[in-house]
């Protein structure tokens, strides 16, 4: 059993991605291209990672446990950093785990 793969628009990457946003938009974020080189099946949860950003604040995710999530930029966030992280889980034996991190920089 292998780790899966957690692709973030297109990054096939282990980087942290850096996006910018403006307060009171939304960002959507997909999965496309994520995959399990066992061909396990996949399962997404997107979320808030408050500790290491800048907002203290409540952030809304729609979808939070789809391949594609949408982020809604509080409007009070202007110069404020987001930390959003994705979790990619296979159903094979066991359940192997990938992350990604996302860095909003809310303009």
Do not use: C
């Amino acid at each position: 059993n292998h780790q899966p793969i957690a692709v973030v628009d297109g990054d096939e990457t282990r980087r942290v991605l850096e996006m910018s946003a403006a307060p009171g938009s939304k960002l959507t974020l997909n999965t496309q291209g994520s995959s399990d080189p066992d061909n396990d099946g996949l399962a997404y949860a997107w979320s808030f990672y408050r500790e290491p950003g800048t907002y203290n604040g409540e952030v809304t995710i729609k979808n939070a446990s789809g391949s594609s999530a949408t982020i809604f930029i509080p409007a009070d966030a202007g110069g404020k950093n987001l930390h959003i992280i994705l979790e990619v889980h296979d159903d094979g034996t066991p359940n192997l785990y990938a992350y990604r991190r996302v860095v909003i920089k809310v303009d």
